[in-house]
């Protein structure tokens, strides 16, 4: 009798699932995030945001059902526009036939290779569905970067070519970000991820001379595929 019994508790051990294994404390998500990106300027310049992207993996360990941490590879695009109004400034004696620049527009674009470190909490936690809190800090280092200044006249002709100043920028700086996480799972393992996130930068590193403004700030919104351990 003890040994049918015993049959049947391992039995059921492995066809139902135990507490250690109802949570699943590894998750993996592949995401793909359109942003907006800017510059915090240190004197008063005429600055506007650019479109990005950022793509990459990120891995998740859960600790418990509520608290998890969180690392993984990425590239992320961010820059700033700088644009000069010429629109206002009137030669004296100037040709009137002649069609002058009304306005010049540089984009500064960067991608850089991203490392993030966070860890998250769940606000709401139901059997395929939570909502979580994330926050801490990203390290991201010059990966490539492509600049151009675009000239307009009053007929809105634009000339575009790639500005070859050779402008060092910032080796790698730091940035600390948070956001809210949607996280949808249809089956055991696979879901889907929303994140609307948030990053600025508080701090920047390099040996050489670099151009003004590098503090970046970032709005996105993280979409991806998520797998579950």
């Given at each position: ?124 936690n139901k059997?395929n569905f ?87 700030w970032n ?11």
């Amino acid at each position: 009798m003890k040994i049918r019994i015993l049959i049947l508790n391992i039995f059921l051990f492995l066809l139902v699932p135990g507490p250690l294994f109802a949570q699943k404390k590894f998750q993996l998500h592949l995401f793909f995030q359109p942003n907006i990106a800017s510059a915090i300027p240190p004197f008063p310049i005429p600055i506007s945001f650019k479109y990005g992207f950022s793509l990459g993996l990120e891995g998740n360990y859960f600790f418990n059902k509520s608290i998890w941490i969180a690392s993984g590879v990425g590239l992320i695009n961010k820059g700033y526009i700088y644009s000069f109004d010429l629109s206002s400034i009137v030669l004296a004696d100037s040709d009137p036939t002649i069609d002058f620049y009304n306005q010049i527009k540089i984009t500064y674009n960067n991608l850089f290779f991203r490392v993030p470190f966070l860890i998250g909490v769940k606000v709401i936690n139901k059997n395929n569905f939570y909502l979580g809190l994330t926050g801490g800090f990203n390290l991201d280092f010059l990966f490539d970067r492509y600049d151009y200044v675009e000239v307009f006249n009053s007929n809105n002709i634009i000339s575009k070519k790639k500005l070859d100043v050779p402008i060092k920028e910032p080796l790698y700086n730091f940035s600390i970000g948070t956001g809210i996480r949607f996280n949808y799972f249809f089956t055991n393992k696979i879901g889907l991820l929303v994140e609307p996130t948030f990053d600025i930068t508080i701090m920047e590193f390099s040996k050489t001379y670099y151009r003004y403004p590098t503090k970046y700030w970032n709005l996105g919104l993280k979409t991806g595929i998520s797998y579950r351990f």
